[in-house]
């Protein structure tokens, strides 16, 4: 659906979209006189408020929102670069860690670091005002391309009907992989009702992978990239966290098939086997937050964001906390990040910028419309900002866990590799199979490993 949003007026179209591949890309044409119009890959009921006020400021700006829906951010990814194939203009549009190398690495969006270096003084505090892994998520090859504002790291969330039910009491944050199974024995089948103490599904962010982040090992190989001084040194001078910070994150290698990779996915296959969870599904987990919130399932993976969806879906403060995934080999989390990203080839670069800088400063986030106020739907980058007012009307009693999880040293993104769309549907498809009972993991992940090197050998040569 595109949306046009002017002081007078709000006019409705709509816009399509299907997976497909970029090309012919065609640069938007600003009007004439004195109107810009921002073409915008975001809510219009969530940023209203925020283009209101940047109106005032800019008259004679209009924005038309462009909103492309899909089952995970890999697929509206797709769609959105089907929408620039076909001639619609796009200024700028949002992005989460899964996609945002994807549209750096093919020429969409454009790297900041020479709009950032001049607005330096302009932008000190809001980068003082976050933890330093949440712009190096958005750092690619040296380059910066997106201004964070929002993050989610996986943990553990709790359903505290289930858990007052079976005699237990949240656990501390040094609590085991083995603690956890207890906790999923003990939820499972509460009161001779079929319950589960565990739940997930299948995707890149949140799924198994903070298991498999816990056993030391991830889908794809792990590198820094060397670069990125000139933020560090601009931003970070003062901060003794930054020396072993580069230029953003690489992929190089498929991993999947690694022992460590297989030890875990045959770890949550045995909670399905054992009776602990139920089936799995694809994609955002609709059916999993249902299970949750009828009391069905004790325990999943979610992030910041479900404080405020879990209290608007009527679940009461106190019904529910959250805590650190429990330890295996190491305690390591997984981390998302969000923001938006400008076009390379958009004719009003310097106004959409003014508006991507307007809307990071504290009082805009918190003007966007039911994200952060009157509860919390995601976790903010300013830390600032996550504090106990916020959390205040819908809990979880232990909302600190959401921002100092960013904060521990080994906290690391989700691969987010150029290939990220191709790299998804490998991942889906191995999992589902093993999951499904057709193929073991080992099988399933060696059929991974063999897809995810074919797909190197097409993008990257070799």
């Not at 209203?48 to 829906?69: W, Y």
């Not at 933890?131 to 943990?155: F, K, R, S, V």
């Not at 589960?196 to 949140?206: C, S, T």
Request: glycine share 10%; charged share 20%; proline share 6%.
């Amino acid at each position: 659906m595109t949306h046009k949003l002017s002081r007078r007026d709000m006019l409705k179209g709509t816009a399509a979209g299907a997976a497909g591949l970029v090309a012919g890309l065609t640069p938007t044409m600003a009007p004439a006189q004195d109107t810009v119009t921002l073409h915008f890959h975001q809510s219009i009921e969530r940023w209203t408020p925020v283009v209101e006020n940047f109106q005032e400021l800019f008259p004679g700006t209009e924005v038309s929102f462009i909103n492309v829906t899909g089952i995970d951010d890999e697929e509206v990814a797709s769609k959105t670069l089907t929408l620039l194939a076909s001639g619609q203009p796009l200024d700028a549009g949002k992005a989460s860690t899964e996609v945002t190398v994807l549209y750096a690495g093919e020429g969409i969006a454009a790297p900041l670091t020479e709009r950032v270096l001049d607005a330096k003084d302009e932008l000190a505090e809001y980068f003082s005002d976050m933890a330093p892994i949440l712009p190096e998520t958005m750092l690619w090859e040296g380059d910066l391309y997106e201004l964070p504002d929002g993050c989610n790291a996986p943990n553990m969330f709790f359903n505290m009907n289930m858990l007052n039910a079976a005699g237990l009491e949240t656990p501390p944050a040094d609590w085991t992989k083995d603690d956890f199974v207890e906790y999923a024995k003990a939820t499972t089948n509460l009161g001779g009702e079929e319950t589960f103490g565990y739940g997930w599904p299948i995707r890149i962010w949140g799924s198994w992978g903070p298991w498999h982040y816990v056993n030391d090992t991830n889908f794809l190989t792990e590198e820094r990239a060397p670069g990125g001084e000139w933020f560090w040194e601009t931003f970070y001078a003062d901060n003794d966290d930054v020396g072993h910070r580069g230029g953003g994150f690489r992929w190089p290698e498929a991993n999947a098939n690694d022992p460590l990779m297989v030890e875990a996915l045959e770890f949550v296959m045995s909670l399905t086997a054992d009776g602990y969870a139920p089936g799995i599904e694809l994609g955002g987990g609709q059916s999993l937050s249902g299970l949750f919130l009828s009391d069905k399932v004790a325990m999943t993976p979610a992030g910041g964001f479900w404080a405020g969806g879990l209290y608007n879906n009527g679940m009461e403060k106190g019904e529910f906390d959250v805590q650190y995934w429990p330890k295996w080999k190491s305690q390591r989390h997984q981390l998302g990040v969000s923001g938006n990203w400008l076009s390379s080839v958009t004719d009003n670069g310097d106004r959409m910028w003014e508006l991507l800088k307007f809307s990071v400063r504290t009082e805009q986030m918190l003007a966007l419309k039911d994200r952060y106020r009157p509860v919390m739907r995601t976790t903010p980058v300013r830390r600032s900002m996550v504090k106990a007012e916020a959390y205040e009307l819908t809990g979880p009693a232990n909302w600190q866990v959401f921002y100092d999880t960013i904060d521990r040293p080994d906290t690391y993104p989700i691969p987010s590799p150029p290939e990220a769309a191709g790299m998804t549907g490998i991942h889906n498809r191995a999992v589902g199979l093993a999951m499904s009972g057709e193929m073991s993991a080992q099988a399933a992940l060696d059929q991974a490993q063999a897809e995810l090197v074919a797909l190197f050998a097409r993008t990257r040569g070799g």
